[in-house]
């Protein structure tokens, strides 16, 4: 990177020699500079528009694109019109799959707000021993999730000293069967995904803790209120705009949950926790049904911008109270 | 300052009461970090110890051995490894160059179209890889215009992740706030363009290099879906997709799963310590901006 500093670069010639440093007014940019350098700056962002447009927008053209054809190699793609989409609407395994997928999203999501709320309350403060306790309790979140599934498939051993069987044993629960049970796999799978979005949740509470006027907690505390109340009326109401972003990206984000699950059950036991994703990877790659699989994806990708539009809108009205 | 008052935290925890809530709370941190960290230290043990069975994976040491990495050695893991290392490597070099070129334009430059291009750029964020997993797929075996087929190759987990809307926004942020006077008085000096940005504006972003850097370290590391497309056979796994294909083995059993986890696990650990400050600094950034 260091090396093309010594480069000689022509100035261009579209630059004029430079503003002169009498201008009263500092900061902004003067308004006959306006539309200096435009050729430069095309420039500087043909690198990442390229990328861009060869792996993402034209991706999705080709899968716009597909979603109204019978995909046919060699013999030319057929149009169908709104086949594909009916046959996502319609069909058993789609739908039961669009449902499951919200089921785990909203509860991954949910869980993993409670649990990190609880944690970012419980590790709260300035203490050493504090920051040790939650690096510790973060690590989950940057572990490659390849590596988090592998870890819980050893954790979740069916057999009753397998792991958490031993844990619930002596509280006297269990055996359960974990991954293996169709009754319980799904949950099973959500737990994971708390396990690893909760700390992640907890990091963002504590810095709109942080932020939390130190002064209501006085004044309450004058007023005799107990810890409880004082969360239920101080604390939770001055985090509610962390708990709606949060919430939301997470949601989002768990919409297109793929890894945990190909890795986890991969759909199974008999299909119980298959998801949107699984499916659509299925459907396409493996039975290459391009078609029905790029129009499950083009509905995923309208699901996403709607909630991630509604997220911005939301947020426009009332912005910088967000966690800062 | 005043230490330990009952209204700095919302809890009021580190107001020191009475012994019994101080082991109280001894207790509940050791649980929570038993319950994170414990897993993740148990594969540290397990790693170096002889597992063989799931019911062995525990926190208490089973003996010490370099068996399951030298069973997991035999077994290409130094090759996925080595294939990671140039995925990241090659990856992250190239996103932190884009985005660091694209915000220039972003912060320092008007011109029209610009909102647009933001726009578009915000815009990417919502197509993950998992959205455009199949027809990114057919673009990889076919690239537009130039006709490569990056399938079986690494530049094909490499080139798509080049790109990464969050380190663009998160730099052009940052950008904006290097004051103008700098760049003005070096363009009075003569220097070009391509001077500017790599003698003034490059150095003063240093801060903002190592949040991009963590993110998309942890980012490309955490690929799975993208080299699952890409690789054609083993000779390009990455280590994260090369774990499923090793989760027992005749001589150590769930040891050798146990030593590539580690090895995975690792380098992402490592790079989060040591750059943990700016972690903490995009993390909040991206939960605020999305």
Redesign the interface.
């Known amino acids: 990177?260091?090396a093309?500093?010594t480069?000689?670069?022509?100035?261009?010639p579209t630059?004029p020699?430079?503003?002169v440093?009498d201008r009263p007014r500092?900061?902004r940019?003067p308004q006959r500079t306006?539309?200096r350098?435009?050729g430069?700056?095309?420039?500087?962002?043909a690198?990442?528009?390229l990328?861009?447009t060869?792996?993402?927008?034209?991706?999705?053209?080709?899968?716009f694109d597909?979603s109204f054809h019978e995909v046919r190699p060699y013999l030319g793609d057929l149009w169908v019109g709104m086949d594909n989409y009916t046959r996502v609407l319609t069909d058993e395994a789609f739908s039961s799959a669009i449902v499951r997928t919200v089921v785990l999203a909203v509860g991954q999501t949910g869980g993993s707000l409670v649990l990190g709320f609880g944690?970012a309350?419980?590790?709260?403060?300035?203490?050493k021993?504090l920051w040790f306790?939650r690096?510790?309790?973060?690590?989950?979140t940057?572990?490659?999730?390849?590596?988090v599934a592998?870890?819980?498939?050893?954790?979740y051993?069916p057999?009753p000293?397998?792991?958490v069987n031993s844990v619930l044993g002596w509280v006297g629960l269990g055996p359960s069967q974990f991954l293996n049970d169709e009754d319980t796999s799904l949950w099973s799978v959500m737990s994971v995904g708390v396990?690893r979005g909760a700390?992640?949740d907890m990091?963002?509470f504590l810095?709109g803790?942080s932020g939390?006027d130190?002064t209501l907690?006085?004044a309450s505390?004058v007023d005799g209120a107990s810890?409880p109340r004082?969360?239920w009326h101080?604390?939770l109401p001055a985090l509610r705009p962390?708990f709606a972003?949060?919430f939301t990206?997470a949601a989002i984000r768990g919409l297109?949950v793929?890894?945990e699950i190909?890795?986890l059950t991969n759909g199974g036991p008999n299909g119980s926790t298959e998801v949107l994703?699984t499916l659509?990877?299925k459907v396409?790659?493996e039975r290459h049904d391009?078609g029905v699989?790029?129009a499950g994806?083009v509905l995923?990708?309208l699901a996403?911008?709607v909630l991630?539009l509604a997220?911005?809108f939301a947020r426009r009205g009332r912005d910088s109270k967000?966690?800062? | 300052m005043r230490r330990g008052n009952?209204?700095?935290?919302?809890?009021?925890?580190?107001y020191p009461r009475g012994p019994l809530t101080r082991v109280l709370r001894i207790l509940?941190?050791t649980v929570?970090?038993v319950?994170?960290?414990g897993?993740?230290l148990?594969?540290l043990v397990g790693a170096f110890g002889e597992v063989t069975s799931?019911?062995e994976?525990?926190l208490i040491p089973r003996g010490f051995t370099l068996g399951n990495f030298t069973r997991a050695i035999d077994r290409d893991v130094l090759l996925y490894l080595l294939n990671s290392f140039v995925v990241v490597g090659g990856g992250l070099l190239l996103q932190i160059?884009?985005?660091v070129?694209?915000s220039?334009?972003?912060a320092r430059?008007?011109?029209?179209g610009?909102r647009l291009?933001f726009l578009?750029?915000l815009s990417?964020m919502?197509?993950?890889e998992?959205?455009?997993?199949?027809?990114?797929?057919?673009?990889l075996a076919d690239?537009?215009v130039v006709h490569v087929n990056l399938i079986g190759s690494l530049w094909g987990m490499i080139?798509?992740v080049?790109?990464w809307g969050f380190s663009?926004l998160v730099m052009t942020e940052f950008m904006k706030e290097i004051?103008?006077?700098l760049e003005?008085s070096a363009?009075?000096d003569?220097a070009?363009?391509?001077?500017i940005?790599?003698?003034i504006v490059?150095p003063l972003c240093r801060p903002a290099l190592g949040v991009i850097g963590i993110f998309g370290f942890?980012m490309i590391?955490?690929q799975?879906?993208l080299p699952l497309?890409v690789a054609r056979d083993a000779g390009q796994f990455t280590l994260?997709?090369a774990?499923?294909n090793l989760?027992s083995d005749e001589e150590v059993g769930?040891g050798v799963?146990l030593a590539a986890?580690l090895l995975?696990?690792l380098p992402?650990?490592i790079a989060?310590?040591a750059l943990?400050r700016q972690?903490?600094k995009g993390?909040?950034a991206g939960?605020?901006k999305?």
């Open positions: 990177m260091g093309t500093g480069r000689a670069e022509p100035v261009p630059a020699p430079g503003p440093a500092p900061r940019r306006r539309w350098g435009a430069t700056a095309w420039l500087f962002l690198p990442a528009l990328i861009f060869v792996f993402k927008f034209v991706p999705m053209g080709r899968a597909m944690l309350l419980l590790l709260e403060g300035t203490a021993h306790v690096t510790a309790v973060f690590l989950p940057i572990v490659a999730m390849a590596v592998e870890v819980w498939r050893i954790l051993y057999g000293d397998g792991t396990w700390p992640y990091m963002i810095a803790l939390v130190r907690y006085e505390s810890i004082r969360i101080v604390t962390v972003i949060l990206l297109r793929f890894t190909f890795l994703m659509i990877y396409g790659l391009l699989a790029s994806s995923l990708l996403t911008v991630t997220v911005r967000a966690a800062s | 009952r209204t700095d935290t919302a809890l009021g925890l580190s509940l941190h929570v970090v319950i994170f960290a897993p993740l148990a594969l799931p019911t994976f525990t160059a884009v985005s070129s694209a220039y334009a972003l430059k008007r011109f029209p610009m291009v578009l750029i990417t919502m197509l993950p998992e959205i455009l997993a199949i027809p990114l797929s057919l673009v690239v537009p080139l798509p080049a790109a663009i004051p103008v006077e003005e363009r009075i003569g070009g363009e391509l001077r940005f790599t003698a490059l942890t590391w955490d799975y879906l497309l994260p997709l774990l499923r989760r769930l799963l986890s995975a696990l992402s650990v989060f310590l943990q972690f903490m993390l909040t939960a605020v999305g």
